[in-house]
């Protein structure tokens, strides 16, 4: 027998405990394609735990968005970020990510981006969740679709870097890849994007992505 047990944090703007509609974010999976056909495809099956919580809640209205082209970022080369300047405008950003996602080198992250939103619609003909799949790339590519969230998050990344450095610190790795400082407003931007375009005002996912939660 399947027990239900989701813990739900309501914010002030929160009116009730679940929302009607809700959003979930998937990243990237490395290991679902190959070049040299090495190893077949290594998909998670413990994503079908959140699609059985999805199951149950069917009286949620389901967005499932597809962020793991976000990977680029972690491979940005430096001097591409510093060409963008310390103020770069949203389309800069947006460009520069699908320009680094198109070049032949990054020929297997791109793969494993399009293997891993097949199966995101698979899970969902298997689970029967009725739930739309939106591909972060697709929206990136869409002028002015997305830049008015991004706009808003890096202003708000900006001021969370002052006034709040500890939970940025917790977030952004310091590993000396100027590129993953972009991961913090591309996550609030995804949250602010859903709600303006298809008022999504919840949002579901695991515990390990707490401090994105609080940022949102």
């Known amino acids: ?52 919580y999805m199951f149950v809640l069917q009286q949620v209205d389901w967005t499932l968005w597809d962020a793991s082209s976000y990977q680029v970022v972690n491979v940005l080369p430096k001097k591409k970020v ?14 520069v990510i699908l320009e680094e996602f198109d070049r032949p080198k990054r ?32 929206i990136f590519k869409q002028e002015g679709e997305f830049e008015g969230a991004l706009g808003k998050a890096l202003d708000y990344t900006k001021r969370l870097r002052t006034e709040n450095p500890e939970i940025v610190r917790k977030i952004v790795p310091a590993n000396g890849n100027v590129g993953c400082e972009l991961y913090l407003p591309l996550e609030i931007a995804e949250a602010e994007y859903l709600q303006e375009k298809l008022g999504i005002t919840g949002k579901f996912g695991p515990k390990s992505e707490k401090y994105f939660d609080d940022c949102i």
């Open 1 to 52: 027998m399947f027990t239900l047990e989701l813990e739900a944090t309501r914010n002030q703007y929160a009116n009730k405990d679940i929302p009607e509609k809700v959003f979930m974010g998937f990243g990237y999976n490395g290991k679902l394609w190959r070049q040299d056909k090495s190893f077949s495809s290594l998909e998670r099956l413990d994503m079908l735990q959140y699609f059985a």
């Open 82 to 95: 510093e060409r963008m300047g310390e103020n770069p405008s949203p389309r800069d950003i947006l460009d």
């Open 107 to 138: 020929e297997e992250i791109k793969e494993n981006c399009s293997e891993r939103l097949k199966n995101l619609e698979r899970f969902c003909q298997v689970t029967g969740i009725n739930a739309r799949v939106l591909n972060a790339q697709d």
